[in-house]
């Protein structure tokens, strides 16, 4: 027997969810502002192609400003941690206490002190995913072995040489574990910050589509801002591919996908 | 000429309950172009000791002076054998052995030659270009030797570098690593808890007594070089296991069986 290839399993359990959603519309009987069928959101997609295309644009400039941002200054920040445990000690907790508060809560606070433009976007985006960008990256930079160090230190390794030689390449899989998390909750963070108030986006389409009752439309925007958020997830995990291709969670994949 | 000078160094750890003796002080002196084991049993301080020889850990007491000088920090002209291959995952087989001449700030082009001798002598050439998961456990020690010796260290030193290896390996290993002594003799510490590859490979093994460890026999091994596996099996030999699986009963450390 031929093996299934690994992308039709995804594809397949998608057609099978469709298939489910359809069937349900029609046995259930539910109105089309409730559900739209699959194809109605397949037309809507179509008939307002424009103003969506726009609209995911624009999304996608707050997404990647904020989720660039996150990993610029995350990835600074746990540099900073741990090469300086003072530093560690006094900003770790804020740290864990800032994740804590619900960004959504305080996000209309953004756009009063910066405006209905792409700022308080970008840094509600920004604020939702540096930190598991930050976590991670420390966890890696921690994870090298002390024998590491030690045969480092016995070849007379100066600091940037350990750094840049040893630990760094030792946590780039927790790196890009931190990048595929905090990419996604990017795009969540950019959709938060439209909702608050926002003239463009799509966060403001699905907010219109709503309260007109064109939930063909929501859905529609949905989609594109799915197929987004899982376009940057796979151009992040296409780099770990090439990146860490010698790490224990790509070698399985490898053996599964042999 | 004496290459290392080890006079009443000791090393304790603070714990809760105070201090603990992981090290009683030790005195040592290690000739040039020696190969020295340290023998003794698990958790009498062997890796620690080699550490601070190293340079790598602080002492509580005591001084070590390697060529003359004070080792207060890390001692550099050395390779080091770790029992954990400690190769870089992410680096070829080949990278890995130049990485030392990399992060010494070296010629890689006068040493790759030197490189590629080594591997081959190990019987890693054509294995140059896999990853370290791609490698058997012996493989990877073998590789970790040569990073060791890839820039001509005036002293080698080996923790219990065989210790992971199943018994066949370990035995071609240990011929292998005479081999390579014998082309190119260098001081090495050579830190084992294997009665029989202590006296297979050195000129002098150093007993040591567990917890707090210290040095309490000091055994010349005279036996011809090369050594063949073979030399296992002779009664010259076998007096020298003998004579230390007699002191390490007189010390407790082994129990005589039911006779």
């Known amino acids: ?258 | 000429m004496s290459l290392i000078q080890v006079t009443g160094a000791a090393k304790r750890y603070a714990v809760a309950s105070g201090e603990v003796a992981a090290l009683d002080p030790v005195s040592l002196t290690v000739n040039e172009g020696e190969f020295v084991s340290i023998l003794g049993p698990s958790g009498c301080g062997k890796s620690t000791f080699m550490l601070m020889l190293a340079g790598l850990i602080s002492r509580s007491a005591g001084t070590i002076e390697i060529d003359g000088v004070k080792v207060d920090r890390p001692y550099t002209d050395l390779g080091i054998v770790f029992q954990d291959h400690n190769l870089l995952e992410w680096r070829n087989v080949l990278s890995n052995v130049m990485l030392q001449i990399e992060v010494r700030g070296r010629d890689p082009a006068q040493y790759l030659p030197r490189a590629q001798d080594l591997l081959r002598m190990v019987g890693l050439d054509g294995a140059e270009a896999r990853l370290p998961h791609e490698l058997s456990g012996g493989m990877r020690q073998r590789a970790a030797i040569c990073r060791a010796l890839i820039h001509e260290p005036r002293l080698l030193l080996m923790d219990e570098p065989f210790g992971a290896l199943d018994a066949l390996s370990r035995d071609q290993l240990n011929v292998d690593l005479q081999q390579m002594w014998l082309a190119r003799p260098t001081t090495v510490i050579f830190i084992t808890h294997s009665i029989s590859e202590a006296v297979f490979l050195s000129d002098r093994v150093i007993m040591m007594t567990p917890r707090p460890g210290k040095i309490a026999a000091d055994i010349k091994i005279d036996l011809p070089r090369p050594r063949p596996m073979s030399v296992r099996e002779t009664p010259a030999f076998g007096a020298y296991t003998k004579q230390i699986r007699g002191l390490f009963e007189e010390w407790g450390v082994l129990r005589r069986g039911a006779a």
């Open chain 1, 1 to 258: 027997m031929k093996r299934f290839p690994d992308w039709a399993w995804p594809v397949t359990a998608f057609v099978l969810l469709v298939v489910l959603w359809d069937v349900s519309i029609r046995v259930f009987g539910l109105k089309p502002f409730v559900l739209p069928s699959p194809a109605s959101v397949a037309q809507a997609l179509v008939a307002d192609w424009q103003e969506l295309a726009d609209a995911t644009l624009y999304t996608l400039v707050e997404i990647v400003l904020g989720f660039a941002l996150s990993v610029i200054v995350g990835i600074g920040l746990a540099v900073a941690i741990v090469t300086w445990r003072p530093l560690e000690k006094a900003i770790y907790p804020i740290l864990v206490g800032a994740q804590v508060i619900p960004k959504v809560a305080i996000a209309p606070l953004f756009v009063v002190w910066l405006g209905l433009g792409l700022a308080p976007k970008v840094l509600i985006a920004f604020l939702l995913s540096f930190f598991p960008m930050v976590v991670n990256t420390v966890v890696g930079l921690r994870a090298i072995e002390i024998g590491k160090l030690h045969l480092a230190r016995s070849m007379g390794a100066t600091a940037s040489q350990i750094f840049f030689r040893f630990r760094l390449p030792r946590a780039m899989p927790n790196i890009f574990a931190g990048l595929k998390l905090s990419v996604t909750a990017a795009v969540i963070g950019a959709i938060v910050g439209e909702f608050i108030g926002a003239d463009e986006g799509m966060g403001r389409v699905l907010l219109v589509a709503n309260g007109n009752l064109e939930t063909a439309k929501l859905f529609a925007g949905i989609v594109l801002l799915s197929a987004v958020g899982i376009a940057l997830f796979l151009i992040i995990a296409a780099l770990e591919k090439i990146v860490i291709r010698w790490h224990v969670s790509q070698r399985a994949l490898q053996e599964l996908g042999s």
